[in-house]
């Protein structure tokens, strides 16, 4: 990639977590601070990696994206209004009822959204189920699938783990967003995981280690993950919680908290920053 399409990327991932920000001070609810970590992630897959087409959500051949840690959705959908599956200012109304955008993703009531989330460990097996149908119906479409770090200490990641090598899913990427913390602190003081690399590799993944929050890393590893055969790979990509936000970064308390006004303003104020410091620089 060159330069201009990294500023562009960035500051499209700026944008995101300016919706993520914009949806949970709306909502006051909501989990800001892995939805800042994973924009980065989402903002990648969405404008350069997977075939999708914001007018038929349903295509058949669309790839597939599931994120299994459902809660940091904020950021997936500021992405998805970005690409324009639907419009902007369905953010404002995040959490409402009866609104289109829910706390957690809903497959049957947002476009964009492969398959609901929200109980940790779930989505990774879905993901595992939608690249076995590619297999099996004779299809090329890739499923792309993240999880949280804390996440990964759900029993059921390691059975989806397992079934995805037994299977040969080589057209199945799953994420993991490393940001090191969770709800009740950091990851390695409630379960630690480590070595996770080592964890995949012994599930029979090919892993791969990267800053998420480089695009070059993140292009590098996802065109990496298209030359794997016969087994699924695991990315794994060390990121920021809270990531943009200065007040919000490696604060475990933003892991669910919703920002009241004055944060809402100083958060939007640093990430527009950002954007106007990229549109003037390559």
């Given amino acids: 990639m060159d330069c201009n399409e990294i500023k562009q990327l960035q500051i499209l991932a700026a944008k995101s977590r300016i919706g993520a920000v914009l949806g949970t001070y709306h909502a006051k609810s909501g989990h800001p601070g892995g939805s800042?970590?994973?924009?980065?992630?989402f903002t990648y897959l969405y404008f350069k990696e997977m075939n999708v087409d914001p007018k038929n959500p349903d295509w058949a051949d669309r790839d597939r994206f599931v994120l299994s840690k459902g809660h940091c959705c904020p950021s997936l959908y500021a992405t998805l209004a970005l690409k324009g599956f639907f419009d902007w200012d369905e953010l404002k109304v995040l959490r409402h009822i009866?609104?289109?955008?829910?706390?957690?993703?809903?497959m049957k009531g947002t476009p964009g959204i492969d398959m609901s989330t929200g109980s940790l460990g779930q989505g990774i097996s879905a993901a595992c189920g939608m690249a076995l149908a590619?297999?099996?119906d004779n299809k090329s479409y890739r499923t792309y699938t993240v999880l949280g770090d804390g996440e990964v200490e759900e029993g059921q990641v390691w059975e989806a783990a397992m079934f995805a090598a037994h299977n040969n899913l080589d057209n199945l990427v799953v994420i993991v967003d490393q940001n090191g913390l969770q709800i009740d602190g950091t990851v390695a003081e409630v379960a630690g995981i480590e070595p996770l690399d080592k964890k995949f590799e012994s599930f029979g993944f090919e892993?791969?280690?990267?800053?998420?929050?480089?695009f070059e890393q993140?292009?590098?590893a996802l065109e990496k993950a298209k030359t794997i055969k016969n087994k699924p790979t695991a990315i794994l990509a060390a990121t920021v919680k809270g990531k943009g936000v200065s007040f919000m970064e490696n604060q475990v308390?933003?892991?669910g908290t919703a920002p009241n006004k004055e944060q809402y303003e100083q958060a939007t104020a640093e990430l527009q920053a950002e954007i106007d410091r990229l549109e003037g620089n390559c």
């Fill in 98 to 106: 009866g609104a289109m955008l829910q706390g957690h993703p809903d």
């Fill in 218 to 220: 993140i292009a590098d």
């Fill in 253 to 255: 308390g933003w892991h």
């Fill in 36 to 41: 800042l970590s994973a924009a980065d992630i």
């Fill in 207 to 214: 892993v791969i280690k990267i800053n998420g929050h480089d």
């Fill in 134 to 136: 590619a297999k099996l």
